[in-house]
């Protein structure tokens, strides 16, 4: 479980509330409108950002102290994050190790993590000879070799078009099932949160409205929904 304890976020003028938790073993799409805080409550998760008042809680753990790496989670960014002069298999090696000593083990979880993404034989690539969705393949198989239980998806997969991007939607729920994630993804379409999220959670006027089932949601919205969705 994830949960958010009487959260509030600051950040200049913008505040935003955040009272809820986060069931285990889903897939929950974090929705709002543009500006509304969806980016800064993830990056309080991860432990970018300190609440001004209030606790984050990871599997019954006060997480709200804790730097981003010792947290239980890993986050995704829009920009990949890859590093370009880094071969793909150094780049999702630094998921384990950021001095890339790897062991024959960790080697061998890397190279199972790349096969897992798709990217089996690739390893010796520089990210700028990868496509698009290869790089999210790439910066999405760092993530999963980190072996941490929360994924946090800050819209990683927005440049790529729809069709790639519902390719890694389903890579992302495929593997979560697989390797037993919860994942917490932003999203600004309803399409993403039906395609893959089975909870589907709001911000909209400084608050976050918890997390419900996305298809009895978007068969019935909440005002703040109907509003959203326009
Ligand atoms: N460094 C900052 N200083 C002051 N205000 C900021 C700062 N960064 C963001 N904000 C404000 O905080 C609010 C929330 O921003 P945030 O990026 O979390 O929204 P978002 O829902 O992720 O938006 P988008 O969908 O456009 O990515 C916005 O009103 C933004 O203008």
Redesign the pocket.
């Known amino acids: 479980m994830l949960r958010l304890h009487d959260v509030t976020l600051a950040?200049?003028?913008?505040r935003?509330q955040a009272d809820a938790d986060f069931a285990p073993g889903r897939i929950t799409a974090l929705m709002?409108?543009?500006?509304?805080?969806?980016?800064?409550?993830?990056?309080a998760i991860a432990g970018f950002l300190a609440p001004v008042s209030g606790r984050i809680e990871v599997e019954g753990r006060d997480v709200t102290a804790l730097p981003p790496g010792d947290r239980p989670l890993s986050i995704l960014f829009?920009d990949q994050n890859l590093f370009p002069h880094l071969d793909i298999a150094r780049n999702v090696g630094l998921g384990l190790r950021p001095d890339l000593r790897l062991d024959r083990d960790q080697k061998a979880a890397r190279d199972a993590v790349l096969d897992k993404v798709g990217l089996g034989g690739l390893g010796s690539r520089l990210p700028r000879d990868l496509s698009g969705g290869q790089q999210s393949r790439a910066a999405l198989a760092r993530a999963l070799l980190r072996g941490r239980p929360w994924l946090l998806l800050?819209?990683p997969f927005s440049a790529l078009g729809p069709a790639l991007r519902a390719e890694m939607l389903d890579l992302v729920a495929s593997t979560a099932a697989s390797e037993d994630l919860s994942v917490l993804m932003?999203s600004?379409d309803p399409g993403d949160a039906r395609r893959i999220a089975q909870d589907t959670a709001l911000?909209a006027d400084g608050r976050l409205e918890p997390p419900r089932p996305t298809g009895p949601l978007f068969a019935d919205p909440t005002p703040s929904l109907r509003a959203y969705l326009g």
């Open positions: 950040l200049g003028a913008f935003l709002g409108a543009s500006g509304s805080g969806k980016s800064t409550l993830l990056a829009q800050d819209e932003v600004h911000i």
